[in-house]
C-alpha cells in the first residue's frame, strides 16, 4: 500500500538556528506519524547532518536533499553527490523541482541520470513535475507532465519505479498563494497513476505516492489530500511555521 506523505522543503531559507528550532519544535509535538506515512524534511545542504542525526530516533520521519550531483565522486567543485548523502544517514532527494529546471537548466535527461543514482544508493527520489501558466492556459498540461514522466522516469524497472514517489507542483501555484483547486490536483494525479498503469500495470502504479506541491496550508492540506489520488504534499512556504506544518501533517490520510 503506497505511503501517505508530508513533505516539507524549505529551500534556501533559515539560519542554523533558526532550522534546528523548527525541526525540534516540529518533532516535539507529539506527532504520531503511522506506519502508513512518512514525513520528510528537504532541509538545506550545511544542515543535512544535524537534521539526520535528530530523526534518528523519530519513526517514519526522513531527511532529504534538495538536489544531488548526477555523477557519485569526482571534480565538480560545489556538488554534493548521493554516496556523501548515504554516508550521513539521508534517504530521500527531491529532483527536479521546478526551480532547479528554471534556474539552473536542469533537463528531463539530466533528472533521469540522478533519478538513477538516487536507486543505486537507495536514496528515495522526489522527482518534480509539473507545467507553467502558459501551457495550462492552453490545456496542455496532460502531455506537458506525461513527458516530464517518460523522459526522466519510464526507462526505470518495475522494481525501479516503485521507490519514487512523484510531486505534481504546477508552476503557477508554488509561492503565489494561489493553490490548484482539489479537484485539479486529484485530475491530473489521476492522469498521471493512468500513464504509470499504461506503462507498468494497475498493481504498480497503484503503489506509487504521488504529492501535491504548490501553496499547501494548514488551511487546505485536508481538503486535497482527502482525493482518492493524491498521496500528501510537498510543502514550500507553510512548511517554514511549525504549527502550519504540524497540522498539515495531520491532515494526510491515515
Ligand atoms: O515548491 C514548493 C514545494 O517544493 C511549493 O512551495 P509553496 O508551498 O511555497 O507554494
Avoid at 569526482?74 to 529532483?95: N, R, W, Y
Avoid at 507553467?132 to 519510464?154: D, G, I, K, M
Avoid at 505534481?168 to 501555484?173: G, R
Avoid at 491530473?188 to 497503484?206: D, P, T, W
Wanted: hydrophobic letters at 45%; proline letters at 2%.
Amino acid at each position: 500500500m503506497r505511503k501517505q506523505i508530508a513533505a516539507a522543503n524549505w529551500k534556501m531559507n533559515l539560519t542554523i538556528n533558526e532550522a534546528e528550532t523548527l525541526l525540534y519544535t516540529i518533532l516535539d509535538a507529539n506527532l504520531e506519524v503511522s506506519e502508513n506515512q512518512k514525513v520528510v524534511f528537504a532541509v538545506p545542504a550545511p544542515y543535512l547532518t544535524l537534521a539526520a542525526k535528530k530523526v534518528t530516533d523519530h519513526s517514519n520521519v526522513f531527511i532529504a536533499a534538495q538536489n544531488i550531483y548526477s555523477k557519485k565522486s569526482g571534480a565538480f567543485t560545489g556538488e554534493v553527490s548521493v554516496t556523501m548523502l548515504k554516508s550521513i544517514g539521508v534517504d530521500h532527494a527531491v529532483i527536479g523541482h521546478s526551480e532547479r529546471r528554471e534556474y539552473f537548466n536542469e533537463s528531463n535527461e539530466f533528472l533521469r541520470e540522478k533519478v538513477k543514482l538516487c536507486l543505486e544508493e537507495n536514496i528515495v527520489p522526489i522527482f518534480c513535475c509539473g507545467e507553467a501558466l502558459p501551457v495550462r492556459e492552453v490545456n496542455q498540461q496532460n502531455q506537458f507532465v506525461q513527458t516530464q514522466l517518460e523522459e526522466s522516469l519510464f526507462d526505470l524497472s518495475a522494481d525501479e519505479i516503485q521507490q519514487v514517489v512523484i510531486a505534481y507542483e504546477p508552476i503557477w501555484a508554488i509561492g503565489t498563494g494561489k493553490t490548484a483547486t482539489s479537484e485539479q490536483a486529484q485530475e491530473m494525479h489521476a492522469h498521471i497513476r493512468s500513464q504509470l498503469a499504461a506503462k507498468y500495470g494497475e498493481a504498480i502504479a497503484n503503489n506509487i505516492s504521488i504529492l501535491y506541491g504548490g501553496s499547501v496550508k494548514a488551511s487546505n492540506a485536508k481538503e486535497i489530500f482527502g482525493k482518492p489520488d493524491v498521496d500528501g504534499g510537498l510543502v514550500g512556504g507553510a512548511s517554514l511555521v511549525a504549527d502550519e506544518f504540524v497540522a498539515i501533517i495531520k491532515a494526510l490520510k491515515s
